[in-house]
Nanobody, 124 residues
């Protein structure tokens, strides 16, 4: 699976961004999809995940209530709507695809394929 993320940019505190990830190469609906992020000098961390059908989602505590993940299997895309952005959300955001069961997909090692990342900067 090839993953291409886009939608990052510079936004002020309290603003919104919508990240998108387009998949190609394999049957998209066979994969659990996730978003991770990596801030400068920090380890990559889990942001959100969505089940194959889109019926089940999960979020890191730090983004609950502000971020929303969705997918459109017919278009091979997964999106991350980010609202009420904070400076601590500044990071490179990566989409990833997992062939594993949904359980445990908050762990990066469960993912088989990764996109190239899109940078999000939130100014204070």
């Amino acid at each position: 699976v090839q993953l291409q993320a886009c939608g990052g940019g510079l936004v002020q505190t309290g603003g919104s961004l919508r990240l998108s990830c387009a998949a190609s190469g394999r049957t998209f609906s066979n994969y659990v999809m996730g978003w991770f992020r990596q801030a400068p000098g920090k380890e990559r961390e889990f942001v959100s995940t969505i089940s194959r059908s889109g019926a089940i989602t999960d979020y890191a505590d730090s983004v609950k209530g502000r971020f929303s993940i969705s997918r459109t299997n017919a278009k091979n895309t997964v999106n991350l709507q980010m609202n009420s952005l904070k400076p601590e959300d500044t990071a490179v955001y990566y989409c990833a695809a997992s062939s594993s069961s949904y359980s445990g997909t908050s762990s990066s090692y469960r993912y088989d394929y990764w996109g190239q990342g899109t940078e999000v900067t939130v100014s204070s």
